[in-house]
């Protein structure tokens, strides 16, 4: 009986180092909105907890793993963006100097705005 009070007192230690944010501190953390926020919440993307007051915390280290996800998401998005805009550029017809040159330069926009 004593250890599962032990044990439980151990959990709540580890439990409260954690930092935990509140929706609204998640939200400019994130850049979402506040009721994107719940609405990831109530769907289980996000884990939560009420405090007494019956204030939801998101603990900080599920919304670093969202952000770095949301990058490396915006980072693919990039990419597909600029072969699309180089396979479309691929598509002008190259038939004197002048063009060619135009096109080269438009490659190395694309590559720059993207990049």
């Not at 996800?69 to 004197?96: F, K």
Request: glycine letters at 4%; hydrophobic letters at 35%.
């Amino acid at each position: 009986m004593a250890y599962d009070i032990y044990v439980r007192h151990v959990i709540r230690q580890i439990m409260t180092k954690e930092k935990y944010l509140t929706i609204a501190q998640a939200s400019s953390y994130t850049g979402l909105s506040h009721r994107t926020i719940q609405r990831y919440i109530a769907s289980g993307k996000l884990p939560s907890r009420k405090n007494a007051s019956g204030v939801r915390h998101i603990p900080e280290k599920f919304l670093k793993c969202y952000v770095k996800a949301e990058h490396s998401n915006n980072r693919a998005e990039q990419g597909i963006v600029r072969e699309v805009l180089l396979q479309m550029l691929d598509l002008l017809p190259t038939s004197d100097i002048a063009t060619l040159t135009k096109k080269q330069k438009l490659r190395k926009i694309i590559s720059a705005l993207v990049s």
